[in-house]
């Protein structure tokens, strides 16, 4: 056993590999990741959700209380743990924007412009501009998820959309894509490990991607991967791991609810803005046939149009912004569950070679082989990173619904006080017409 494994083991109070027959647990202290990767390497029931903390029963008397008991701060002990959280220490900086719609005789199809700024020593330019379209992010995710296993792969947006549903060429869908592909590639660029990765670099500064010849060889890979694992039964998941899988069921109920309900919210507010139209609509030809009341008919169809406004505009945040966000996450909670169940595959595989050179040793005194060792230290990195990258995703998680929230809560706010001020304009108009009627009554 290596020096660095017969450490790990002794901080993390576990047994020799001699002695080890019950499932192996995680370490306490994190351990650095293995060697540097080169491009060669080959239901209804409710559920409480607060981040383990316990969840009242009763509701809150009032919104303030409620204010005060909803936990979005950000963690300011957790994030000065973290020096990647330094805007000081980034030297890598990365915008997705400009997208270009591309027609030519076989395809149609969109990119968008990638623009770096870096000083690190790796790139041979401190700033690159390239244009890069889906299919390109979607080749450098499959690359960093096959070189770097043991780390959360930030997701991408669905490639298919439904015809007939979704233009993928309009200007909404175009937009929506390039803030998700910029988010993507953002937190690829802060992560501390991924950052560094080659296939990254090549994509933020090669004018053409040999990418035919690597995805077929990720494709072998990939099916190697699961033969290694499907040879092997876990015994059990360590309990932090087992309270991760818990956790993202629960968040998966959570959102999918959400979505559930916002998506019938989005399509109820579109019938009421198409009757609310109409509404004033008639309110406008009414004041045309009727000379007296004229100005306060018009006053009300001056309202309900300010207030179809103000609705149109709530209505586009919920589907630009709120909807992108909780579909992001649902991806990122499958990405999650991907590294989870590596992690699982690879204890499988350990403790499966374990048990049969322990059995091979009784039987002909035979040394440890040094592919269990191997197989421990690749547990004990999927341990450690899986964690790191646990830690990074709930702090990034707490950001953007504090973001999300607090954005909804202002679009709403300014919806409604657009529409009380349009309702207060018409009872000045009243008023006025109601005094000089009693004038004109008084003469």
Known sequence: MSVGTQKGLASSGQKPITEILHPLSATEEPLSPGPDVTISVVGDKEVGLMNGAPVESSSPASASLLLSRLQLDDDPEADATDPYTST?????????????????????????RVSTKTTRIEFDLP??????????????????????????????????????????????????????????LKRVADHPVLSFN??????????DLNKRQGLALLTKVGESVKNVGGGYKLRARPPEFCAMGEYLDTFTQKLGTIDRIAQRILREQSEYL?????????????????????????????CVTACCGALEDQTESMS??????????????ESMKNVLRKRDQSQAEYEGRLEAAILRKQEDKMPMPVEVEK??????????????????????????????????????INCYEKCQAAWESLITVLQDKQTEDKTSDTN
Not at 198 to 207: D, H, I, M, S, V
Not at 276 to 302: C, I
């Open 88 to 112: 000081e220490t980034r030297d890598l900086f990365v915008i997705v924007d400009d997208p270009k719609k591309h027609v030519s005789t076989m395809e149609t199809y969109i990119t968008y």
């Open 127 to 184: 700033e690159y501009s390239l244009r890069r379209r889906y299919q390109d992010f979607d080749w450098l995710r499959i690359k960093l998820e096959d070189s770097q296993p043991t780390h959360l792969i930030p997701p991408l947006p669905e490639k298919f959309v439904m015809k007939g549903v979704v233009d993928r060429f309009s200007e909404e869908f175009v937009e929506t894509r390039m803030k998700a592909l910029d988010k993507f």
């Open 198 to 207: 080659p296939y990254l670099n090549a994509f933020l500064t090669a004018k």
């Open 274 to 302: 198409t009757e609310y139209r109409e509404y004033g609509a008639v309110y406008s030809s009414w004041a045309g046939s009727e000379e007296e009341l004229q100005r306060p008919l018009e006053g009300v169809a001056g």
């Open 320 to 333: 630009q912004d709120f909807l992108p966000v909780l579909r992001e996450y649902v991806l990122y909670i």
């Open 375 to 412: 197989c421990q230290d690749k547990v004990e990195c999927f341990n450690a990173d899986l964690k790191a990258d646990w830690e990074r995703w709930q702090r990034n998680k707490r950001q953007d619904f504090k973001q999300l929230l607090i954005g909804m809560a202002d679009k709403n």
